[in-house]
């Protein structure tokens, strides 16, 4: 009995390697823990569907291709013109969300830390200027995309958007640098709760950004 549970699992474990060489990692947060500014049931979807199917069509269009051994995202991303469309969207769809939910969490009065917010002065002028070009930003966004925070080649903060699951680590985006902060702009992140009320959605998600996450990653971009 305890022989057949260890095959079982070695099989099992194979099969996961073999089969899905990208996972979703697990929400840091449960569903809800966002609310009332984002909602539980968006939560559910938007991570447990649309994330996970990301995931699943790109695993499946490595494997349609033979590249089924490509494992770093990063690496897809800085090549994604020499792959075809449905890499490109689902490469990206993963990408986007995973580092979106690593953005955002139910700790209140969080800040930037003095180094990201003394370049955000610099750059922006303040922190409130700052807000309002971003969802500024992913208002002018026409249909669907994402809105950015990046450090651009010199090493400066700019904000720009991406239209469908573009980013700016893809090789042919006009604006290319590496995100420090982003927001889904799709109607399926805001549309059960805000409907067509965008601005109402992107005002509201600021309140839960993850600012200890963000200044981590400009950290580990700038030091
Ligand atoms: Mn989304």
């Known amino acids: 009995m305890r022989k057949i549970s260890f095959t079982f699992i070695v099989l099992f474990l194979i099969t996961q390697k ?3 060489q990208f996972v979703q990692e697990p929400l840091p947060y449960p569903y809800d823990a966002l609310e009332p500014y984002v909602d539980a049931q968006t939560m559910q979807i938007h991570y447990g569907k649309h994330h996970l199917a990301y995931i699943n069509n790109l ?4 494997k349609a291709i033979n590249m089924e051994k490509k ?4 690496d897809i991303l800085n090549h994604v013109s020499s792959y075809n469309v449905t890499i490109r969207n689902n490469a990206g769809g993963h990408y986007n969300h995973a580092f979106f939910w ?6 209140k009065k969080l800040m930037p830390s003095e180094k990201l917010e003394k370049a955000i002065n610099k750059q922006f002028g303040s ?11 992913g208002m002018m966004r026409f249909g669907s995309g994402w809105v950015w925070l990046i450090v651009d ?3 400066n903060l700019a904000i ?17 640098g590496k995100p420090i902060l982003s927001i889904d702009v799709w109607e399926h992140a805001y549309y059960l709760k805000y409907q067509n009320k965008r601005k109402d959605y992107l005002l509201a998600i ?8 963000v200044s981590e990653y400009y950290d580990e971009i700038t030091q």
């Open 71 to 74: 494992t770093d995202i990063i």
């Open 102 to 107: 690593t953005l955002l969490g139910p700790e």
């Open 18 to 20: 073999q089969f899905a």
């Open 153 to 155: 080649a010199n090493g």
């Open 160 to 176: 720009t958007s991406t239209p469908n699951q573009d980013n700016p680590l893809m090789d042919d985006a006009p604006v290319k």
């Open 59 to 62: 695993n499946a269009g490595l």
């Open 206 to 213: 600021w309140q839960v950004i993850n600012w200890k996450k």
């Open 127 to 137: 922190m409130d200027k700052f807000k309002e070009q971003f969802i500024n930003e």
